[in-house]
């Protein structure tokens, strides 16, 4: 698989994507609703503009690629009126996932959603750390949009043969994200709507080149987030002090995320290599 489509090429988890696949040695077809035009342009390729709810976009945006890292969504709750986050998206994934089919690629990775397992969760997890086990429960057109393209891409995968892996990103921070962090320990409710995650973009893009080269049938969803949390006090602590009815389901390591990385650990051998704790000062801390 040397040629990847990337679809929302020019937003945040887009340009860490593209970087890292071309410094892998592949060769990026990027394209993006949005973004400049030009060769190479600011990605170091050209960008393709077309809008992915537009199935004939999405086929021309895939064709030529030998595998697609589709992106292209409207990124969270509150961006668009609701139902349009939801027809959107679902037009973008089923088109991008059809065109995949149609064209015969040999892969599809995509973001799914840490919001498929519950967020905000206004209503506790059952039990923590959460896994993939806790799913499916949306409570935005946005999540509903991502746990709909699970089922999508398990039914096409199913048609075609095609391997499908979906991510369920969490809270992408970038290096310039980073000086925000220290402003979320006072208070452990800021940050307990997706249970203190977060994923460095670096890693983001790790995780997507290793599910391209993954050894995977079917369609597989796994969890990625960094391996602590983004607070500085231990992930029991935080449990006890915001949640401290839900069952803690095995011993925790005294910063170990509180969304479970082992299925992408074992499906894909992904190990985050970056924290915040590499980019905040001491005297921050
Ligand atoms: N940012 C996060 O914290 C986060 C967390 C979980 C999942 N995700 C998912 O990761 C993916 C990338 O998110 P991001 O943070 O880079 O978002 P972003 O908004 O920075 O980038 C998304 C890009 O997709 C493009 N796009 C959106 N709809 C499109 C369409 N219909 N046709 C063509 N292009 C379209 C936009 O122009 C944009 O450049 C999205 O699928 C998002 O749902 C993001």
């Known amino acids: 698989m040397t040629t990847v489509a990337v679809t929302g090429a020019f937003g945040k988890a887009g340009r860490a994507v593209v970087a890292d696949l071309l410094a892998h040695g592949y060769q990026v077809v990027a394209t993006d609703a949005a973004g400049p035009t030009g060769d190479p342009?600011?990605?170091g390729v050209p960008l393709l503009r077309a809008e992915l709810t537009d199935y004939g976009q999405a086929l021309e945006a895939l064709a030529g690629a030998d595998a697609v890292v589709?992106?292209?969504?409207?990124?969270?709750?509150?961006?668009?009126?609701?139902?349009?986050?939801?027809?959107?998206?679902?037009a973008a994934n089923a088109n991008v996932f059809l065109?995949?089919?149609?064209?015969?690629?040999q892969r599809v990775v995509w973001a799914s959603s840490e919001t498929t397992l519950g967020l905000p969760f206004d209503v506790p997890p059952r039990y923590a750390p959460v896994d993939e086990d806790h799913f499916p429960v949306p409570t935005s057109t946005y999540a509903l949009s991502k746990v709909v393209g699970e089922q999508m891409a398990e039914h096409i995968s199913a048609w075609s043969g095609i391997p499908f892996v979906g991510l369920r990103l969490s809270n992408i921070f970038r290096l310039e994200d980073y000086a925000a962090v220290p402003g979320f320990w006072g208070d452990a409710r800021l940050r307990s709507w997706n249970l203190w995650g977060y994923i460095d973009a670096r890693d983001v893009a790790a995780a997507f080149r290793l599910a391209l080269e993954a050894d995977v049938t079917g369609s597989r969803n796994v969890i990625?987030?960094?391996?602590?949390?983004?607070?500085?006090?231990?992930?029991?602590?935080l449990l006890a002090e915001v949640f401290p009815d839900v069952e803690i389901t095995r011993t925790l390591g005294e910063f170990e995320t509180l969304l479970a990385?082992?299925?992408?650990?074992?499906?894909?051998?992904?190990?985050?290599?970056?924290?915040?704790?590499?980019?905040?000062?001491?005297?921050?801390?």
């Open 224 to 237: 990625i987030a960094a391996a602590d949390t983004i607070m500085d006090r231990p992930s029991a602590d």
């Open 41 to 43: 342009g600011p990605l």
């Open 70 to 90: 589709h992106l292209g969504n409207i990124p969270a709750p509150g961006h668009a009126p609701g139902p349009h986050t939801l027809n959107a998206n679902n």
């Open 261 to 285: 990385i082992d299925g992408a650990r074992r499906l894909l051998g992904f190990e985050p290599a970056h924290s915040w704790r590499d980019h905040v000062g001491p005297a921050a801390r």
């Open 99 to 105: 065109a995949a089919q149609r064209l015969g690629l």
